[in-house]
């Protein structure tokens, strides 16, 4: 049963044209006003900054480089992009500097033969991390930019960070994410606006904005971010790194805000890594995912030449969506190409459905229960709440308290996406039937390359009214499925493009894989400076 005529939520699918339109009017104004200069980020100096995480971790246990002097390089490399970024919430430094020395000392009060149980039970020993606010850090702010949560600090740390923790990593601190992680840009009133290190006019994306500046700025080792509907892969491409979505459930998001008693929470929001560095991914997804990560089978390697290789570089042709730029587009034909070439079957894949994605992952966050508002105040009456209209209106015309881009989300999750009870019932059972054909057709080797977005990182303020793009991401939530963020280069702007690489559930290895291969033949992350 189509719950409306062409197949598709005539409601929806208007605003997506209303800001479309609205984006070629506003969105010249918005450069226009904000006025900035676009500034460029200082160039990293020293040359520890370019090793990755398993470069790292073979020097520290060789005796070739203290968990102090790793730890602190990256302290001096925040202190000198952050003014250009405004991406660090709140840091841990002198902390970060003692747990470093602990690490060290550790090393030395071992004996040689000692050292190997040492690292099995320490892998990531005396590494430095930085970690999305939102993911709780313990101690740490976790005020996810809402004012009823100023100044509130996390009781205890998330449950990857936990695990990170104890495999001997060492957090530097939290990064800026905007409110209630309700937007794919990071500004908030509390904290201010996130800023792209390729372009600070433009936003970094969200909700793992203060990651995907931090990382991109090389200014980190390595990231935890989100996901509910993009928020590491978004910011992974306005940033140029890499981000992976693990498989629904994978990890545990216990500690995270905001989140919902929901058994389905899991499967569309997941804890992730995000890294400069593709061959870094196994181990920070195995350690985060603690005892699930042996559904991933790491261990076992799938030789390249067995891999198949679906690609899409459009979600389907439809009037409201916006075309993929063409650099991305080009950038899945040369992977395409590429592994053509490794001796991998290609083939275009042609899923059905997919021009629904918005509706798809609407509808599917829609039926989540409990999830909390921006507007009532957890510590007061539960049944009290701010007039959505008067705040929305505040953000124009007066003081605001929240921002416009959460309210726009929380008014459009309240008038249920404009679509009513039976559309959304339809548009889920749509999902597991996209998500059962694409788990058909992959199989156990199989991925698909598949725009992450349609478009390069957007001026800050002008993000929402690329609504459309988030449909690319949102469907390997909805969906349950893992996606890994590819770069590839930088387009004539300097702008970091690249794609997204889908597998079917615990078929992590295979995205991470061929993220780590295109890295290798194209570079990966491309210094902004
Ligand atoms: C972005 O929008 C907010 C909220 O309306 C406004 O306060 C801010 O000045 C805008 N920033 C820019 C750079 O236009
Ligand atoms: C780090 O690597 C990049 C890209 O390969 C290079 O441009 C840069 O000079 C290196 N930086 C340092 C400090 O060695
Ligand atoms: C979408 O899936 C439904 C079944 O849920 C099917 O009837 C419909 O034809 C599909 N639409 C497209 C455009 O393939």
Redesign the pocket.
């Known amino acids: 049963m189509v719950p409306s005529f062409l197949?598709m939520e005539f409601f929806v699918r208007f605003i997506l044209v209303l800001l479309n339109i609205v984006a070629i009017i506003i969105e010249p104004i918005v450069v226009w006003l904000n006025g900035e200069e676009k500034k460029k980020i200082p160039a990293a100096k020293n040359p520890l900054i370019n090793l990755s995480a398993n470069e790292v971790i073979y020097r520290i246990r060789h005796g070739e480089l203290k968990s102090e002097e790793i730890v602190k390089v990256y302290i001096d490399r925040i202190k000198e992009v952050n003014p250009y970024l405004n991406a660090v919430i709140e840091d841990r430094y002198e902390e970060a500097i003692k747990d470093a020395k602990r690490a060290d000392n550790m090393m030395e009060i071992v004996a040689p033969e000692q050292r190997a149980p040492l690292f099995s039970r320490y892998p990531l020993l005396g590494l430095p991390f930085t970690v999305k606010e939102s993911c709780a850090l313990k101690g740490m702010s976790q005020v996810v930019g809402n004012i009823h949560r100023k100044d509130y600090r996390a009781n205890d740390n998330g449950k990857s960070i936990e695990l990170l923790r104890a495999a001997g990593a060492i957090p530097l601190l939290v990064s800026g994410n905007p409110e209630f992680c309700m937007s794919w840009e990071t500004s908030t009133h509390l904290f201010g606006k996130v800023k792209n290190p390729y372009d600070t006019r433009r936003t970094p994306g969200g909700s793992s904005g203060g990651e995907g500046a931090l990382n991109g700025a090389g200014a980190s080792l390595f990231g935890v971010g989100s996901d509910i509907a993009g928020s590491i892969r978004i910011p992974a491409l306005y940033n140029g790194i890499f981000g992976h979505k693990p498989t629904g459930h994978l990890m545990s998001i216990k500690g995270h805000f905001p989140n919902s008693i929901d058994p389905n929470m899991g499967r569309y929001l997941q804890v992730g890594p995000m890294t400069r560095f593709a061959q870094d991914l196994p181990i920070l997804t195995a350690v985060m995912a603690g005892d699930e990560a042996a559904k991933m089978d790491l261990t076992t390697r799938v030789v390249t030449k067995d891999i198949k290789i679906f690609y899409m570089d459009s979600n389907g042709f439809t009037l409201t969506h916006k075309p993929v730029d063409f650099d991305i587009r080009l950038a899945i034909m040369k992977a395409v190409a590429y592994f053509k070439k490794s001796g991998c079957q290609t083939e275009k894949a042609d899923i059905?459905?997919m021009?629904?994605a918005i509706e798809i992952s609407m509808s599917t966050l829609l039926t989540l229960k409990d999830v909390p508002s921006i507007l009532v105040d957890p510590k007061g009456d539960p049944n009290e709440k701010d007039n959505i209209y008067a705040e929305l209106l505040k953000n124009f015309v007066g003081k605001p308290k929240y921002t416009y881009q959460a309210i726009f989300l929380e008014l459009f999750m309240n008038m249920r996406g404009f679509m009513s009870e039976t559309s959304i019932q339809y548009w889920k059972?749509?999902s597991d039937?996209v998500r059962d054909s694409i788990i058909k057709l992959l199989g156990d080797n199989g991925v698909l390359l598949f725009p992450t977005f349609h478009r390069p990182a957007p001026f800050i303020n002008t993000s929402i009214q690329n609504l459309a793009g988030v449909g690319f991401v949102a469907i390997a939530n909805s969906c349950g499925l893992p996606a890994t963020h590819v770069p590839m280069g930088l387009n004539k702007e300097g702008l970091p493009i690249g794609f997204q690489v889908i597998a079917a559930p615990y078929k992590d290895k295979l995205c991470m894989q061929v993220a780590a291969e295109l890295e290798s033949a194209y570079g990966g992350w491309v210094p902004p400076y």
């Open positions: 197949d059905r459905n021009s629904n059972e749509t039937e």
